[in-house]
T-cell receptor, first 113, second 109 residues
Framework: GAGVSQSPSNKVTEKGKDVELRCDPI?????LYWYRQSLGQGLEFLIY????????KSGLPSDRFSAERTGGSVSTLTIQRTQQEDSAVYLC???????????FGSGTRLTVV | RKEVEQDPGPFNVPEGATVAFNCTYS??????FFWYRQDCRKEPKLLMS???SGNEDGRFTAQLNRASQYISLLIRDSKLSDSATYLC??????????FGQGTILTVHP
């Protein structure tokens, strides 16, 4: 597609439920990043994919968080047993080779009630 | 020490002013450098890449000093529409893209 697409744009879920967030990067982009941003805070790195592999998972906050990427394209971020502190905007970015910068999707705003 | 450090500001400047933001990074293996801007409740958008020789895009000039591990952004003739948070971003080879906390700029009439 023309840009990075994320879905859903908004998600309200009950504490304890599982959620799945989707990122569809720009066609042909090999690098894909997940970040989250709480209100008024900076971007917190979660995970990075190069193709289908994840060289750096160091940012995942707990084992309730997991992510996968298949076919070198779409990625899903799954949060199990959601907690209120998981409420944030989850942002995905992709890049062809990195040197030309990264394009962000408009994010998924997750609210855990 | 944070991997990428920025002065959070806020910077409040009048229209037409020149304003400069600084950023330092800790990983000497860093190879790619960028400035992004983020408007309130929006995703970050690439403003410009930063090259060793320095580069300019209209009213915006970016500089990189590898020896000091320092990046700067200069905005000339500030416009109201320049009000945003400016993010310094650093990438190491095959590594994660690391963001500074951002510098808040408000341009007032």
């Amino acid at each position: 597609g023309a840009g990075v697409s994320q879905s859903p744009s908004n998600k309200v879920t009950e504490k304890g439920k599982d959620v799945e967030l989707r990122c569809d990067p720009i066609s042909g982009h090999t690098a894909l990043y997940w970040y989250r941003q709480s209100l008024g805070q900076g971007l917190e790195f979660l995970i990075y994919f190069q193709g289908n592999s994840a060289p750096d998972k160091s940012g995942l906050p707990s084992d309730r968080f997991s992510a996968e990427r298949t076919g070198g394209s779409v990625s899903t971020l799954t949060i199990q047993r959601t907690q209120q502190e998981d409420s944030a905007v989850y942002l995905c970015a992709s890049s062809l080779q990195g040197r030309n910068g990264y394009t962000f999707g408009s994010g998924t705003r997750l609210t855990v009630v | 020490r944070k991997e990428v450090e920025q002065d959070p500001g806020p910077f409040n400047v009048p229209e037409g002013a020149t304003v400069a933001f600084n950023c330092t990074y800790s990983n000497s293996a860093s190879q790619s450098f960028f400035w992004y801007r983020q408007d309130c409740r929006k995703e970050p958008k690439l403003l410009m890449s930063v090259y060793s020789s320095g580069n300019e895009d209209g009213r915006f000039t970016a500089q990189l000093n590898r020896a000091s591990q320092y990046i700067s952004l200069l905005i000339r003739d500030s416009k109201l529409s320049d009000s945003a948070t400016y993010l310094c971003v650093v990438n190491i080879p095959r590594g994660k893209l690391t963001f500074g906390q951002g510098t808040i700029l408000t341009v007032h009439p």
